[in-house]
Each structure stands twice: as structure tokens, then as C-alpha cells.
């Protein structure tokens, strides 16, 4: 009786840890593999984060001071979306959005990349940080402006995630804090991977809220250059 509840739990863990893989798969890995070794490493870094936690709406981790390229932002409204999981990828909960915000969303890397006036200065791309999963933007290494350290995320400034619609965006500190503090945002949970103002932007439900997210992207986009382009 003892042999066969030993089998029976072990079966039983087994499709637990299946499933968790699976379903792992189904949300995106991002830049980590899809297999099994890629699994595991993120599984030790949960455990690590398990045994060391951390609030990611906390904004004492990120500097206080530096520029700022964010106008106006307002709260935003209700909870914030439920976060999945897993370490990494970095994703929260699909909610509903419209097809109209959608389209726009999913435009917006493409529109910093070829609009004026910061064309000069950005290059869309698929996102490498993602694995070539989602769009992206990137400042050109040429720029004269360029903020010193824009490389420390190899120039990308921001991605979107095609599974719900989220974003990670470079920000600059003070950016960053603003919006965690307003509620559109968290800070990365890898923080032995990024500089502590790249952060996960919620995914935008409605039209409004894509103007929100368009006007963090661009406050990005500035920090990278190493200046506000769009109001010299």
C-alpha cells in the first residue's frame, strides 16, 4: 500500500509539472527557450525570489533623480491586473480590450519608428530581450544625443507582448517611478537582469488608455535619445 501512494504522488506531481510547463509555454517564454532547461532555470529563480520576496509596486528601488519626459498622467482606473505566475516571462492576465486599442497598440512601435520627429532615432524590430516574439523599438547607436545608458538593455527601448497585450519599457528613473506610483506599472522581478527603470506596463483596455501608454513609450523614446525631441 505504502509503494503504490508513493507511485500515485509521484504520478501525480509529474502532471502537475506538465501542466505547469505547458502552460508556461502557452504564455510566451519570452527570451528564455521553451524547453525544459529553460523551464527549470526559471523555476530556481522563483524559488530564489520565493525565498527572498519582494514588492514590485515599491518605487524605493528605483532612483529619484534624473530627467523627466512624462507630461501629464493620470491614475488609472480600478485594480491592478492579476500577474502570472512564473519569474519569467514577466506577464499578467489577459483582460479584455478593445479592437480598435488593439490595433492601435500593436502599431505604436512601428509609429515611433517612422513618424516624425523621432524616426531619426528609433528602429522597430522584433524584440530580442523577447526572442523575437513581439515588436519592439531600439535607438540608433548613431545618435549623438544618446543617453549613456541606453545600452544597458542592448538600446531596446520598449516591447509589446502579442500573448495580452502588456508592455516592459525603458524609462527614465523618475519616469518610472511616476508610473508605478499612478498605477499603469511594476518594476521587473530579475533585478540582476535589467536596470531597475525597466518596467512592465499593464496592458491598456481601451483607446484612452493606448494614449496613456503612447505618451509613456514616448517619455521612453527621450530618455533613450538623451533628450525631449518633441518639444525642441
Known sequence: MGFLAIMVALAVAGLVVWYDFWAWKMTGTGGTPPTWKGYWKIRRWGL?????????????????????????????????????????????????????AHESLFSLMQHFATASPFAPYITSALSKTEGGTGPAIYVNRDVKSINPAAHKFFYEVAHVHPTENSLHVYCSPRDARKVLEFGWGMRFPASWLAPPSWIMVFAPRDEGEVEVVRGIVRAAVCFAVGRDVENE
Not at 520576496?53 to 529619484?64: E, F, K
Not at 498622467?73 to 506577464?91: E, F, H, K, S
Open 48 to 100: 530564489w525570489l520565493l525565498l527572498h520576496p519582494q514588492n514590485l509596486h515599491d518605487t524605493s528601488q528605483i532612483p529619484s533623480d534624473g530627467p523627466s519626459y512624462l507630461t501629464t498622467l493620470p491614475r488609472r482606473p480600478g485594480a491592478r491586473p492579476n500577474i502570472t505566475r512564473w519569474t519569467l516571462p514577466q506577464r499578467q492576465q489577459r483582460e479584455p480590450i478593445t479592437p480598435p
